[in-house]
């Protein structure tokens, strides 16, 4: 078991992907402060569908994150930049007096790379769309992966809104498959 600090967000980054964060909270800007000068990474997991009536409940899964760079934006916000190094399963969750959440988790295997086959060559095909019409989240990957399927798989499921339960269901899996048949039945091809 890892002990590491959590930052819940509503959107998530896995395995190679890359997120640019805003950091204002006090318990955020000391989870940064330290992870930084350990030279450590944080959890990213999703905050629950539900939070008005669970507002401390967060998903089972999540990935460990490293600050790949950091800056001072133009609003006086720091803003951080991370990418996703490993996939975890949460064990065990605590609080500490400023709210910032800790956890036990499990670190799983990586997805295996492969080649996209022809079946679900459309969710490159899209992806790739995405990635034009908006050039900030293009800028964050100079070098992406359209011929991977688990890269591919892994970077919709950063892009659309999930379900923490579907989440855990899809990124617990031990391979890609599974959130390959979901997205080729989440985006349809024929609605181009």
């Known amino acids: 078991m890892t002990e590491i600090k959590l930052f819940p967000l509503s959107s998530v980054v896995l395995p ?27 959890g990213v997991c999703l905050v629950n569908e539900d939070i008005q009536t ?21 609003d006086g916000l720091l803003g951080v930049t991370i990418e996703g190094s490993n996939r975890f399963t949460i064990q065990n969750v605590w609080s500490e007096p400023d709210g910032l959440r800790c956890a036990q988790v499990e670190i799983l ?13 459309f969710l490159s095909e899209q992806l790739k769309r995405v990635y034009r019409d908006f050039p900030q989240i293009q800028q964050l990957y100079p070098s992406p992966k359209f011929d991977d399927a688990s890269w591919i798989a892994q970077r919709w499921l950063e892009l659309l809104p999930l379900r923490s339960t579907v989440f855990d269901q899809l990124v617990l899996h031990p391979d890609c498959t599974e959130a390959l048949h979901f997205l080729s039945q989440a985006i349809d091809p024929s609605k181009d």
């Open 16 to 42: 190679k992907g890359k997120m640019n964060l805003r950091i204002f909270e006090p318990r955020y800007k000391r989870l940064i402060s330290e992870c930084s000068q350990r030279g450590e990474g944080f």
């Open 109 to 121: 295997d990586e997805w295996q790379a492969s080649p996209i086959d022809s079946h679900n060559l």
């Open 54 to 74: 669970a507002p401390t409940s967060i998903s089972t899964a999540g990935t460990l994150a490293n600050i790949i760079d950091f800056e001072l934006l133009s």
